[in-house]
């Protein structure tokens, strides 16, 4: 049986779609991923109903935004409100006094007492006497504030700090000894000088915040190559 050129013509067409269909074939074999592909069906938030599924690869939890939130905010109500503690202004109230004690004579009635009542007067004070109308409205929220004494930060618990009458009722107690005329003469100069000397830090309290916050774990846990999920 002879073919004619038509006939090789036809079966060349042939040959040659047989060999692009065994090329794609290869390229498809080659090129498609060799990893399982996930098996099990499931719902976010519900029980898993499969067999155990086993971790791949190692990986974090990470927890969801409103947790994340829930943490920021929680830590934000426990940082303390910073304030700086002023040393200079104990000794600008205290020449005041000084001064009041000079005018009504007192400076030389009562000069002996004069001793007790300055180391009693800085004693107290240097314990920090806040200045709240700087402060953050919340500061009565907080359960801890932060003096700076110079470089250093000593925090204390917000119920503990001074106010102005607790400044005074501490330098009476200190005072108790003392000859009743003298005492009354001082303290109603004490009453009328004393103010807070130590101010809010508001770059430090937003900055020691935003570092507490910003070490907030991102994660939760970890699931161990190999470990039931």
């Known amino acids: 049986m002879k073919y004619n050129w038509k006939d090789r013509l036809r079966n060349y067409g042939v040959l040659q779609r047989a060999i692009a269909f065994a090329l794609t074939t290869l ?33 974090g ?12 905010t929680l830590v934000a109500k426990k940082q303390p409100i910073v304030f700086n503690y002023i040393d200079d202004i104990d ?23 004069m001793t007790k009542f300055e180391k009693s007067f800085f004693s107290v004070m240097s314990q920090g ?7 953050p409205k919340n500061i ?8 700076m004494f110079q470089n250093e930060m ?27 005329v003298c005492k009354g003469t001082m303290l109603a100069a004490l009453t009328k000088h004393i103010r807070a000397n130590a101010v809010f830090n508001d770059s430090l309290t937003e900055k020691i915040l935003n570092q507490a916050q910003f070490e907030v774990l991102e994660m939760e846990g970890r699931i161990e190559k190999g470990e039931a999920i």
Not at 35 to 52: C, M, S, V
Not at 61 to 66: H, S, W
């Open 27 to 59: 390229v498809i074999y080659v090129f498609l991923p060799k990893d399982i592909l996930f098996q099990y069906e499931y719902q976010e938030n519900q029980p898993w109903k499969h067999d155990k599924l086993y971790a791949p690869f190692e990986f």
């Open 129 to 135: 006497l806040i200045d709240r109308s700087g402060a």
């Open 91 to 113: 000794r600008a109230i205290f020449t005041q006094i000084e001064m009041e004690l000079q005018d009504a004579g007192a400076d030389t009635l009562c000069v002996e007492h």
């Open 61 to 72: 939890i990470r927890k969801t935004t409103a947790e994340l939130e829930k943490e920021r």
């Open 140 to 147: 009565n929220e907080k359960p801890n504030v932060g003096l």
């Open 154 to 180: 000593v925090t204390k618990p917000a119920g503990q700090m001074l106010t102005i009458q607790k400044a005074i009722n501490q330098v009476t107690a200190k005072l108790v000894e003392l000859d009743p």
